[in-house]
């Protein structure tokens, strides 16, 4: 039977095999779901492309509108804070990075005496925003992994709607840019307003400039075309942020693998160093047990059994018992 | 010579290929690509857009509102592109969920005439269903 020590050990092996296997199975699932992520964000790649390619064309043709989302405040008031963080944890330091960042921005508004809206997609900024009791004006979840456009749409019409109607005058987006598979790095951009269409353009290809026919108008369509805009853009950091969501978990579940097995190892020496302790203490024990026996053997005067075969009264021995003298007078 | 058509939502392209001619409905009616069109960016309406294949064959898409440039050709090729928030081939349509979505926001406005989301939803049920309808 093992001792208390091995014991424990054997039953730590036991609980640290399970979670190796638990880690195991996130990283195998993250890795095959961060390449569809990847994939995704290179399918939603040319409608983004596509979008500012038009605006482009538009601003070729000159079409400069008016629009409240192209509106520069020279004061700014009011700051709105998009952080896109994941639902789930074990992601490595992908969700307290991103929220960190996004708290930080939080921070630099409260002390330059701005107000400030907060916008939380994903549980874990809110969870963390919500226990240090910060005001909170929208939380989006449940799809941080792999969002579609809808949210993107639904996301977009709230930033809008702030920046519009409710007084903000910059919306910042803090996430967590896809580099590649080893390496994502958290982003703080300008959201709104938007860059002026010509700003726009130079990122897309404006070589092409031609007589182009309008329907309704120029000014018209890039009217229509902006919120677009706004929502493919939000669509593209929602993706690149599931992406890198993923990878980091995928990371964060191999090392955790990683070190599980080291524990394992590490453990199960203890285990059998421990048990050859106890084996040896135990060999020790018979034998020196024998030994005493052995030595006990040696010196015969120890041992009542030894004195069996000697005789404890040799004078007497023979004789008359000593109690009854036989050459007492009386008889 | 054809066109180069491409039909881009927002998750992926949808569809691309080459056509005779690409007929869609913008704001002010209805506008029939050729190949050699003159650039023209257009806003769409939620319509069903024919493309009339190469191989006499034809393309339905319904589109939710979105966008149609046709590009300054390039190399002789002139190239149309659709953009659209929502852009569902005709026979990838599933017929009997656009008809219960139908129904669906036909009951709703029977019973609040101004519900301007189930107006939305019955716009976009019934373009999905014409689609369907031109492509059979």
Redo the contacts between chains.
Sequence with gaps: MPGAQERVLRRRIASVQNTKKITRAMELIAATRVVKAQTRANEARPYAERITQVIADLAAAGAEVDHPLLRKSEQVEKVGVVVLSADRGLAGAYNSTVIKTAEREVQAARADGLDYALICVGRKAEAHFRFRNYPIDAVYSGFTDKPSYEDAVAIAARVTDLFINRGCDRILLVYTRFISLGSQEVVVRRFLPLESSSTIASVGDAGAVAGFEFEPSAAAVLESLLPRYVESRLYAALLDAAASELASRQRAMKSATDNAQDLIIKYTRKMNQVRQDAITTEIMEIISGAEALAEDRGSPEDLLLDHLDTDPFPKRLGNKPSHVPRDNPIY | MPLLV?L??????AWEGEARMVICR???GD?AFLPGH??????LTTHPVRVLLEDGGEQVIAVHHG?V?V??PEDGFTRV?V?S?VAELADTIDVDRARAAKERAESALAADADDVEAAAALRRAEVRLAAVDAAA
Excluded: N
Aim: glycine share 8%; aromatic share 8%; charged share 20%.
């Design positions: 491409e881009v939502s927002p998750e992926r392209i913008t704001g002010t506008v003159i650039p023209f960016i257009g806003t966008f440039e590009s300054p592109t953009l928030d």
